[in-house]
């Protein structure tokens, strides 16, 4: 069984990491996953047994209690003894909604093994999937508990062997997703079976079972069909004596000891996707062997900036161990600092601890300002940084906000740094032609919730209604001769050419396989493996966003002076293109040649950041540019009876439909539709579906906008930015020798 220890005594077992499971829970919106996580937590003795399933323990934010939704990740220490043997688990309860998967993503890094919950009626839907992918893209192992199977009895009223094959219905889905996302190697290893890796119950009524312990307990379907059977007293009574009998925690614990990895176990073989340093090092060789005396190598997973203990880092440590004063290096920003606390999380307290062992999911705090996914190492050690964390969607949702007073634009300052430091999904930036502040988010819930978090810390602020962030791009790599940009003062002569990236360098670049902060070696060594020649692979010198600058000039003199000056100016053209301001998307710049004043005071950066962004803007021009508009992907699971008005309710928001798969009388709507027709959609399903209906939504992909509204949304974006409402033409930027 699970106990509550003293935090001195969970200090010890972290010296152990054969006994440690890190392990996260995963679901889709409402599947149960805080409902769970409190049963869970009351066998240790962290919560009371009569609190759990209704006091949502770590979901400690005011607005996740009103909203009954789970909005930032939370992790607690627990102890459960298996097998005669103590085992610490480091359990992260992570959010469901899909506006939130940020720190799914952020989580998932920290961790081994996985938790992925699934109602028993709804089944796998779009957010498990995508949960589920995030996990095995780190090499996570995962485990499957089916919830809400009390619905399967009261509501769908089915016999025990339809629940049976409910349940194989449900395993099916999960396997074909593991088959689809897993590691070739782990693809049959790593699949759900019943025998072993798959627990069900009712999170709410804490009753839980797996086949094992059905046996052992002498329980069986019809037991449970009959404890929801009879007058409600009788059945409250029944149900509690089920969930003395068969206690939720106790399968799922020891299922987390019995099949999830310790980091011993999971270290080696994670080693190689998370992180691309040399495993022959002796930070690489501490890594596999967990080895808390070697070189300390941490990765940032969760930040909090504190107003008492400044910027508070939790991670997982990974090699070495972190101690109170102990000298780091922060491996991506190239900065130095001191560890001035060591911290353990359980969950909304932050226990204050000698040190934190590899192995073992840790906090800090006393070091510079960092972002997620941020390495920690060892100090004057060379280390590599872990790879990037790739997010499954983009800030794609924007509005314009501005602090109601101006007399509090210093704390408007102090906020917005706060809130984009711990959320590295929110982007906030200002737009120079109209002045105004930008916050972009992942969709309309998250930014209600990021302006909440302003009101909280005492900033008033206005906020727009929501805007659509859109992309720019070209319809065709252009033809003609290189285009001519010619400084302010006429001295300094560069051409440009444009051409389109394909779509696996862009993806590339958005897992950060392509890099900006990659030497030039790394970077055109990756690129060489898309077929690119090896001179075009080495002159890639930057890459922003979603485009690379690629430098051909030959034999020309001063270059390498200039070239700094020459990305500043290639990063805002990309970043606010012509056609609408809006950022550029998959676009190669080629330069083609130069010439160069020999006096360094004509070619300073104000010479040649108009030479660059000019020509660029010119070549786009001429390429036919095109607008892009984002995407999401919509499920709704809806009765039969009710399908017509979801069809009705996408089509009017120019929705084109995938696929309708149908399941006794339940029918799955999958479809994808522009973010700019989805605002809304949320009322209007409540009320044309009497609320029968459960969906959700993700971002999909970039698309071109239809040619023929092309033109009217140009107009709109233009106007709402004070630009005239026509474009400039090619012309406008032209230079002629």
């Not at 509090?408 to 200002?430: A, G, N, W, Y």
């Amino acid at each position: 069984m699970a106990r509550f220890r003293q935090n001195e005594e969970i200090v010890k077992l972290m010296e152990n990491p054969k006994i440690i499971r890190n392990t996260s829970i995963i679901a889709h919106v409402d599947h149960g996953k805080t409902t769970l996580s409190d049963s869970l937590l009351a066998h240790a003795g962290i919560i009371s047994a009569d609190a759990a399933g209704q006091k949502r323990f770590l979901d400690s934010y005011i607005l996740e209690k009103q909203r009954g939704v789970t909005i930032f990740a939370s992790n607690v220490s627990l102890v459960h003894t298996y097998e005669d043997t103590e085992h610490l688990i480091n359990l992260i309860d992570t959010p469901g909604h899909i506006d939130f998967s940020s720190a799914v993503t952020r989580s998932l890094r920290a961790v081994d093994g996985a938790l992925v919950v699934v109602d028993a009626v709804e089944g796998p839907m779009t957010q498990t999937e995508t949960v589920l992918m995030q996990a095995l893209k780190e090499r996570v192992r995962p485990l499957l508990f089916i919830n809400k199977v009390d619905r399967l009895i009261k509501e769908i009223k089915l016999s025990p062997q339809e629940i049976q094959k409910k349940f194989a219905k449900v395993l099916t889905k999960i396997n074909n997703l593991i088959e689809k996302h897993a590691p070739p190697e782990f693809k049959e290893a790593w699949k759900i079976k019943i025998e072993d890796t798959v627990a069900f119950g009712s999170a709410l009524h804490k009753w839980g079972l797996s086949l094992d312990y059905m046996r052992q307990k002498q329980i069986s379907f019809q037991d449970i069909i009959d404890a929801y059977t009879g007058e409600p007293d009788d059945v409250s009574a029944k149900i509690v004596e089920l969930s003395k009998k068969a206690p939720i925690p106790e399968p799922i614990l020891n299922m987390f000891c019995k099949h999830l990895p310790s980091p011993i176990v999971a270290q080696p073989y994670r080693q190689t996707k998370i992180w691309a340093g040399d495993v022959t090092s002796p930070v690489g060789v501490g890594m596999a062997k967990v080895d808390p005396k070697a070189p300390l190598l941490m990765c940032i997973s969760t930040i909090d900036v504190d107003p008492h203990s400044g910027t508070v880092a939790i991670g997982r440590i990974f090699s070495g161990t972190i101690t109170k004063g102990k000298e780091v290096q922060l491996v991506g920003s190239q900065r130095k600092g001191t560890i001035q606390q060591v911290f353990m999380s359980m969950a909304t307290d932050r226990v204050i601890v000698d040190k934190v062992p590899a192995g073992n999911i840790g906090g800090v705090s006393g070091l510079p300002v960092m972002r997620v996914g941020e390495t920690i190492g060892e100090a004057n050690c060379e280390i590599h940084s872990f790879e990037g964390l790739t997010y499954v969607s983009d800030p794609v949702v924007t509005v314009a906000v501005e602090p109601e007073n101006v007399k509090d634009l210093p704390l408007f300052d102090k906020v917005m740094h706060k809130l984009t430091t711990e959320d590295p999904c929110i982007r906030f930036v200002m737009n120079k032609e109209s002045g105004e502040f930008l916050l972009s988010g992942m969709g309309e819930l998250h930014l209600e919730i990021t302006a909440y978090r302003m009101q909280e810390a005492g900033l008033k602020v206005k906020l727009s209604k929501p805007i659509v962030i859109y992309r720019e791009t070209i319809n065709h790599d252009y033809k003609g001769p290189a285009v001519m940009g010619k400084s302010p003062n006429k001295h300094n002569k560069l051409w440009i050419t444009i051409e389109k990236l394909s779509e696996d360098i862009i993806e590339a670049i958005k897992s950060e396989k392509i890099t900006d902060l990659q030497n030039k070696d790394e970077r055109a060594k990756v690129l060489k493996t898309f077929g690119w020649s090896p001179d075009e692979a080495k002159g890639a010198v930057a890459v922003e966003e979603s485009n690379i600058l690629v430098n051909r000039i030959r034999g020309r003199q001063y270059v390498e002076e200039i070239i700094d000056h020459i990305k500043t100016g290639f990063r805002e053209a990309v970043h606010t293109s012509p056609l609408t301001r809006e950022p550029a998307h998959g676009l190669k710049i080629n330069l083609e040649d130069i010439t160069l004043h020999e006096d360094p005071v004509h070619r300073g950066p104000a010479q040649a950041i108009p030479m660059t962004w000019r020509p660029i803007y010119c070549v786009i021009l001429l390429s036919k540019p095109k607008l892009l508009e984002p995407l999401i992907n919509f499920e709704c699971n809806v009765p039969s009876n009710f399908v017509s008005s979801v069809l009705a309710t996408v089509n009017k928001r120019r929705g084109k439909i995938l696929d309708m798969p149908s399941e006794e009388d339940m029918i799955t709507v999958k479809a994808e539709m522009p973010v700019s027709e989805s605002f809304g959609i949320a009322d209007e399903l409540r009320s044309s579906t009497e609320g029968r209906a459960f969906w959700a939504t993700q971002f999909s992909r970039w698309a071109p906008v239809p040619e023929q509204l092309q033109e009217e949304i140009v107009k709109e974006i233009r106007e709402r930015k004070g630009l005239p409402p026509v474009p400039p033409k090619p012309e406008e930027y032209f230079e002629s020798e």
